[in-house]
């Protein structure tokens, strides 16, 4: 270490021999597979055990969730909006809550009770401005206090929506959730635990409609103003971590998280993702848009294949997960209601700004769920310095005793040198697998052929990235002293450079930083005893980087499954690029987890692995991948592919004009992909002929309105004909707007209108699209939002209604020209004709089919 950087032989590579270098491979894949088990079971929740039905009373048990879920799920054959499930599955809650309340023992104070809700407000969803009507969705609410409690007293609220998607059994999402709430409300009576503050439980009956159910409760319910504190429990996936991925305001919520989580599952990074993914929950509600209640948002993240499809079925939960989300919610449950910090919402503002509490996001994750790292924004201040210090100082420490001007600048050249090689080694690391992804595509059909089959992904793209990350040292023979302390400030400068843009994730390259500074420490020590070129003086360094390399390769583990999952429901961009997004984004992101998890040994490494024949080695494994993936299909029924087919029936009056099937898919393999695979129905829809893709088939997203806002992440829908009779024999009523009254004031215009749905029966929602001269309506407490515009057409008011469809809507518009008001109604029922569901049967397992029947009608006023 006395000797400066400068002047000490470049070691190269050259130096170990080729057998020597494959047993250092062989030796460092037993240890990085060893890990990465570990890892797999962790995330798939495998160290977690259920606990069965008959479990003692005092404890959390997922059986008896899953007897609750079977009920809901199994029993009661949809929870849609519109289906009489919906209502059974409220009447099972709510029964099982009153037999809770009926032997609880005197110490408790419990109401049960069924609320309705109606309202109208304005959002911001998947991006774009949607207005929302809704009337009459119903809530199951339960309090559980002690029984000298008071009323106003403030209280935690734990909530969870029985409501499923369209088309979806909702086994996970979220059925998952109010059972584990039942059990959780029965836990607390059964263990003889009084909560010191009361515990309100939301059976939300209305999210998947936009967080309804959540609105009406936090605007109107008489227990509004007492909650302090709020968990949501959400699933997008069907297990696995659940992970809390939004937390706040403060960072109170995530404190008390992380001292009481039996299996913590958090990290500060998932709120600065959060927005990426399609998607949004109750907390925004709570939390943001209504209220500005403290709260965690607690979500199962994996088994994202099947949320929101029909294959979210009981079979398809993870076991484990349950288990530990309950025990993690009970001890949460205890600490909120404990918490000095739990106030009203009135009077924790006036506390906070009392106290001068830090209301700036802290750094937090999770260690392989085991335990938790929790820290202020003010220490990471300190922490996060720390090692940009420690390399400033370095060039001082290396050549120690000796130094002069010189020696320390031509150190400090070195350094640079160093952390320059470094730099490209990570970024060749992610580059190089990114354009073998988008390369791949051009000799092949298929995109996304590792979404049914993720350890493709690795196998295509590890030994690539590998390939990138020790190119560099072998063209550019720099020292192994100048790549570590390269390597370590520019792991330093990453840490700085997060804190400073004000992100919450430089937690992992300051682990990485401090973790090879105590390997390179403690190798030096041994180097001692052993020579340099023994592979010994690698594992000297690499072992005491165990606990932090386990960390990058569960979190980057986590991250790569994570995204292939959700890359089927990401949605598609236009041709011909869409095509390669989601193939190079993998490609990326598995060379940056390299970078984590590979990156910080590359510096001492390359002695034995920078070698052409090695990575020759690594291009060979990376043919193999290649071709062998070319033949695998991308889907399975355990990875489906997510297909819209929507049926129109373009009314005027009663009478229908045109009827047509409107297909969309929303990841990068499209419709042509699908009907290729699918030859039956696409044989079914072209009568026999071949099926073409020509321009008089697609359609665009105007016609998909039902659906609004969703229909921004298809491109290329296409329409067929479709017949138009059939219809008749189930409704003899087609929705219809009829005009009221007309009242003229100053060139003003208010249209007084009445929306009846006809006969319809199984409506899901009724989307307004407004275009024109429109000035004022009587939606969200008469405020107009900003216009949108749907592919290309002229700016539109768009509001969605939802709730019993017997009744009529009334509500006016007001214009402030004499041009023309133009209304499309699109009402989206669940029924379909008998020639729907064939067409529906056509379709392989591995397409995922939501189908729907649009009543589409148009008005001028
Ligand atoms: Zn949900």
Request: charged residues 15%; aromatic residues 12%.
């Amino acid at each position: 270490m006395a000797t400066p950087a400068s002047r000490r032989r470049p070691t190269f590579a050259g130096a170990t021999t080729t057998a020597e270098a494959l047993r250092v491979l062989l030796a460092l894949a037993v240890l990085y597979g060893a890990m990465s088990l570990l890892v797999y079971r962790v995330i798939h929740m495998r160290h977690v055990a259920p606990l069965g039905p008959d479990a003692p009373p005092g404890e959390f048990s997922e059986g008896r969730v899953l007897q609750h879920l079977r009920r809901l799920v199994v029993d009661i054959p949809g929870r849609q909006e519109g289906t009489p499930g919906l209502e059974a599955a409220a009447q099972y809650i709510k029964g099982q809550l009153q037999g809770l309340a009926a032997r609880a023992g005197p110490e408790y104070r419990i109401e049960v009770e069924e609320t309705l809700v109606s309202g109208s407000f304005s959002m911001m969803f998947l991006r774009h401005r949607v207005t929302l009507g809704y009337r009459n969705h119903k809530n199951i609410v339960m309090r559980i206090s002690s029984n000298v409690s008071e009323d106003d007293e403030p209280s935690l609220l734990v909530n969870g929506h029985y409501d499923s998607p369209l088309g979806s059994p909702g086994a996970a999402d979220c059925g998952s959730c109010v059972a584990s709430m039942l059990e959780l409300s029965r836990l607390i009576l059964d263990s003889g635990w009084v909560p010191p503050r009361p515990v309100i439980f939301l059976f939300n009956g209305a999210e998947e409609l936009f967080l309804l159910g959540s609105h009406g409760f936090i605007k109107t319910h008489k227990w509004n103003n007492t909650i302090g504190a709020f968990i949501n429990i959400e699933a997008s996936g069907s297990g696995g971590a659940d992970l809390v991925c939004q937390s706040g305001p403060g960072s109170w919520p995530s404190r008390i998280y992380a001292q009481t989580a039996k299996y913590p599952m958090a990290n500060s990074v998932a709120q600065d993702m959060f927005g990426i993914i399609p998607g949004d929950t109750d907390y925004r509600i709570f939390a943001e848009d209504i209220a500005n209640i403290p709260g965690l948002d607690i979500i199962f993240v994996l088994g994202g294949y099947f949320y929101h499809t029909s294959y979210d079925t009981l079979e398809n939960l993870f076991p484990g997960s349950i288990q530990a989300r309950g025990e993690n919610l009970f001890n949460l449950v205890k600490a909120f209601t404990n918490s000095s910090m739990l106030l009203k919402e009135s009077d924790a503002s006036s506390k906070a700004v009392q106290d001068g509490i830090d209301d700036q996001r802290a750094i937090f994750f999770d260690y392989l769920t085991w335990f938790m790292v929790f820290y202020p924004r003010n220490l990471s201040l300190i922490l996060h310095s720390l090692p940009v210090a420690v390399f400033l100082l370095a060039p001082l420490f290396l050549n120690f005793p000796n130094i002069t001007f010189m020696s320390w600048f031509l150190t400090v050249l070195d350094l640079l040198k160093g952390m320059l090689l470094h730099a490209f080694c990570v970024i060749l690391a992610i580059v190089i697998p990114a354009m073998a992804a988008g390369l791949r595509l051009l000799f092949t059909k298929n995109a996304m052929n590792w979404f049914a089959h993720p350890y493709l992904a690795f196998l295509m793209f590890v030994p690539t990235s590998l390939v990138g990350l020790f190119l560099p040292r072998i063209i550019w023979g720099l020292s192994e002293q100048s790549h570590f302390w390269g390597a370590f400030g520019l792991y330093s400068l990453i840490t700085l450079a997060y804190m400073l843009a004000g992100l919450s994730g430089g937690f992992l390259t300051f682990f990485i930083s401090m973790s090879i500074l105590l390997g390179r420490s403690i190798s030096s020590i041994s180097r001692k005893q052993w020579s340099l070129q023994s592979p010994k003086s690698l594992f000297g360094y690499v072992i005491p980087m165990i606990p932090c390399i386990l960390y990058c390769l569960y979190y980057g583990g986590f991250l790569i499954q994570f995204l292939i999952e959700k890359m089927g429901m990401m949605g598609s961009l236009p041709k011909p690029y869409g095509y390669f997004v989601p193939d190079v984004i993998v490609g990326a992101v598995v060379g940056l987890v390299v970078g984590w998890c590979f990156g910080p040994l590359a510096p001492i490494a390359s002695r034995w692995l920078a070698k052409t024949s090695i990575l020759q080695g690594f291009l060979q494994i990376t043919v193999v991948a290649l071709a062998i993936s070319s033949q695998i299909f991308p889907y399975s029924t355990g990875a489906p592919k997510r297909v819209v087919l929507q049926h129109t029936f373009v009314t005027d009056a009663n009478s229908i004009v045109e009827s047509n099937y409107g297909f969309s898919v929303v990841d990068a393999n499209s419709l042509e992909f699908l009907f290729n695979n699918a030859p039956e129905a696409a044989k079914w829809l072209k009568d026999n002929s071949k099926l073409s893709f020509k321009e008089k088939y697609l359609s665009d997203r105007s016609s998909w309105v039902a659906l609004y806002p969703v229909p921004f992440l298809f491109s290329g829908s296409l329409k067929f004909p479709a017949q138009t009779e059939e219809i008749r024999k189930h409704y003899q009523h087609f929705p219809q707007l009829i005009v009221q009254k007309t009242l003229s004031n100053n060139g003003n215009r208010r249209v007084h209108l009445e929306l009846s749905l006809g006969s319809l029966l199984e409506i899901w929602t009724t989307s307004l699209n407004i275009t024109g001269p429109l000035s004022n309506w009587s939606f969200a407490d008469y405020t107009l939002s900003a216009p949108q515009t749907v592919s290309g057409g002229p700016p539109s008011y768009i509001c969605r209604l939802s709730g019993k469809s017997y009744e009529n809507w009334s509500f006016w518009l007001e214009a402030n020209s004499s041009e023309p008001l133009r209304i499309d109604v699109a009402v989206l029922d669940q029924y379909l004709v008998d020639s729907t569901k064939e067409l529906k049967s056509l379709f392989p397992s591995w397409a995922d089919m939501t189908v729907f029947t649009t009543f589409f009608s148009t008005y001028h006023l």
